[in-house]
């Protein structure tokens, strides 16, 4: 199993993000990681997280989202956690907008492996006392030290 802190990055790690919408948001994260991950392609990112999001919500509710997908090129497993500025619609269960999200990219042919590092973010991020923590980081770097040290 990976740990949050084997897919995170500071780089893909962002503290006050803003939140416009749910595709400004995706433009956003496509921008993040295909900045960092040179070999990724940001049209092939945005697109399969759009598709994806078409499938169903990736919003889990109490405010909390965890956009994934498969994606070619991608060398391995990858994660990007957002704390965005201002909430946003997500159309989750409960209705809550959403301001916390963890980001699970994985390569195409990983299809275990996407499900297992999913439920172990999940788990992660149904601790409401972790997610309280990451809500009070005061900038990016903070936020990548609570979720590597305490999202194990």
């Known amino acids: 199993m990976q740990a949050i802190s084997d897919i995170l990055s500071p ?24 900045e960092d991950q040179p070999s990724l392609n940001y049209d092939e990112i945005f697109d399969q997280l759009i598709a994806r999001e078409k499938l169903g919500s990736t ?3 109490q ?8 994606v070619g090129n991608c060398p391995q497993p990858l ?6 500025s201002d909430p946003i619609d997500f159309d989750a269960p409960d209705d809550t907008p959403v301001d ?6 994985v390569p ?3 299809h275990q492996q996407h499900l297992d590092i999913l439920a172990h973010v999940a788990r992660a991020f149904s601790q409401a006392d972790f997610c309280i923590k990451l809500r ?7 936020l990548f030290k609570i979720a590597t040290t305490q999202g194990a």
Do not use: M, N, Q, W
């Open 59 to 61: 919003g889990l509710g």
């Open 100 to 105: 916390l999200l963890f980001v699970l990219l």
């Open 11 to 34: 780089a893909r790690t962002v503290c006050g993000a803003p939140g416009v919408s749910k595709k400004r948001l995706f433009e956003t994260i496509a921008k993040i990681i295909s």
């Open 108 to 110: 195409e042919e990983a």
């Open 136 to 142: 009070g980081a005061s900038d990016s770097l903070d």
């Open 79 to 84: 994660g990007t956690l957002i704390v965005l």
């Open 63 to 70: 405010g909390i989202a965890i956009p994934h997908s498969r």
